[in-house]
Each structure stands twice: as C-alpha cells, then as structure tokens.
C-alpha cells in the first residue's frame, strides 16, 4: 500500500512554482516544460474521481462528492506503490459524516505554502479576469467559500471548499497530519535554503548541483517566459496571464488603505502568526 503527500494552500500562494520544481527535480536537460506537472495532479479532478471509482459526478453536489473522496483516496493509496502526489486547494476539513475529506489513513506527509492575504488579494484578483479587489478580499473572509461550485455549467474541477484564507491557514495548521508549513516569502528570499528543506523532509534525493538546477529552471521569470511562449494549460480563460508577478509585496501598489485594513481585521490572528505583521499589528 502507498501513501500520499499533499502539496497543499490557499489559491494562488506558490503551489504551481512549487509542484513545478518537485516536477523538475531530478530531469535531464536545461528546458522547462508544464508537462511535468502531470506527476503531480489535482486532487479534485472530476477525471480521475470518475475512472477511478466508475461514477457520473455531473449530477452530484458539493457534499455528495466530498462524502466520496475520503474512500477515493484511501482506494488510490491502496492501489499503489510508493508515493502519490497531489496538489489541493482544499481547507482541511471533514465532510458531513465527519470523515476527514483528505483522509489521514492515506496520508504519508503534507507540506503547506502560504502567502500574505495581501499579495493573495490582488494576485488571486488578476487570477480571475478583474481588478474589483473589494470581491476578492470578501472570498478571502468567506468561511463557505468554494470553488468550481458552478450548478449551471459542468467543469472539469470537483467543487472543493477553500473556506475563508484565515480559515484555510488554521485548518491545516492545526490538522493531525501536520503539515510541513512554508512561507512564500521565505521561497522567495532564500530559495536554495527552503528548497532543500523542503527536499529533505519529503525524503527525495537531490545533490546541491540538482537542487541548484532545479531552482534556476523554475524560476519566476523562466515559468513566465515558457508560459509566454508556450503558454500555459492551467491558465484561466478570463486571465491574461497565469504568471504574471510573482512578487512579494506587490499589494502596495494596487490595495487602498481601507482594502489593507479590512483584510487585516479578518486576519489578524494568523497574520500575526506567520510574521506578517509586526507587534503592534502593522503590515510589514
């Protein structure tokens, strides 16, 4: 029997960047391709979930498919030999029969990305099409928020619930798995350092040449330039780009003062908590 190991966030806080390096790590060549990310699937592919436990989802709701995927992936864990990877964007919750919906059984380790709410808001803005960052901030102080929810239209993502970004933080924070927790911010300034971290602790070999390739072929500005030429499958249609900064910081320049201040009244708590403000609970 296998286990999984679950590259986890909230929208739009580094998992692509992230699944794109592990994806790398260790091929031949000097080129970067997506293609690699297929190692590394969706944990809510309506695809999969539908081969795999020989279903018609198309007609299901929210709970009905999370009352499925705890036996999902405990049958794909079972199944397999070794490790399974899978990127989600899932809160860490239980569904209505309070099973965990990423079950624990077929768990082998989970490492969890998070970025500041503010570079979340505006980059998850531009994500969808638009520059209301008033919306968006409500998603991210939605405890019932969901995504690929839609009734009228069928998508290839299984509704799953994000919940709000405070609440994303905290579920898996304090999940049983216990998470590997990773900063962006930390990835970005010292990507050697946290990179072979993160190697360690999921237990995949890697020399200090491999893991230095594997950083400078996954770089921001590379992912962007193959994206722009090659373009980029996983890219909304309403969004003209699936990378597009990349930066830390880049609230600055887009958030008004009040939209800074909300979101900090929604999250203070773990804001505080993962550095993001200083003492007297000022953005830093």
Request: aromatic letters at 10%.
């Amino acid at each position: 029997m296998g286990k999984i190991t679950w590259i986890a966030s909230y929208p739009k806080s580094g998992n692509t960047w992230l699944r794109t390096f592990l994806a790398t790590l260790g091929t031949s060549g000097s080129d970067t391709k997506f293609d690699r990310l297929q190692s590394i699937p969706s944990a809510t592919s309506r695809m999969r979930l539908e081969k795999v436990m020989g279903l018609d989802t198309s007609w299901m709701r929210l709970n009905e498919t999370e009352a499925i995927l705890p036996d999902f992936f405990n049958h794909l864990a079972a199944k397999t030999e070794g490790t399974l990877f899978f990127k989600t964007h899932h809160a860490f919750l239980t569904n209505q029969s309070g099973d965990w919906i990423l079950p624990q059984e077929a768990t082998q380790k989970a490492l969890y990305l998070v970025r500041n709410p503010m570079d979340v808001a505006v980059s998850f803005s531009y994500h969808n099409g638009h520059e209301d960052f008033d919306r968006t901030i409500d998603l991210l102080a939605d405890r019932d928020a969901t995504l690929a929810h839609q009734t009228d239209r069928f998508t290839h993502q299984l509704p799953h619930r994000i919940s709000s970004w405070s609440n994303h933080v905290a579920t898996w924070r304090n999940s049983p798995i216990r998470p590997l927790i990773v900063r962006y911010e930390d990835l970005l300034a010292e990507p050697f350092k946290c990179f072979a971290n993160i190697t360690e602790y999921l237990e995949i070999s890697a020399t200090t040449t491999t893991l230095a390739n594997a950083i400078e072929r996954c770089r921001f500005e590379k992912l962007k330039q193959v994206e722009e030429e090659v373009g980029f499958h996983e890219r909304p249609p309403s969004s003209r780009a699936f990378f597009r900064s990349g930066k830390s910081g880049d609230w600055r320049n887009h958030l008004s003062a009040n939209q800074v201040s909300r979101i900090v009244d929604a999250h203070h708590i773990q804001m505080q908590k993962l550095g993001y403000l200083d003492a007297l609970g000022n953005p830093r």
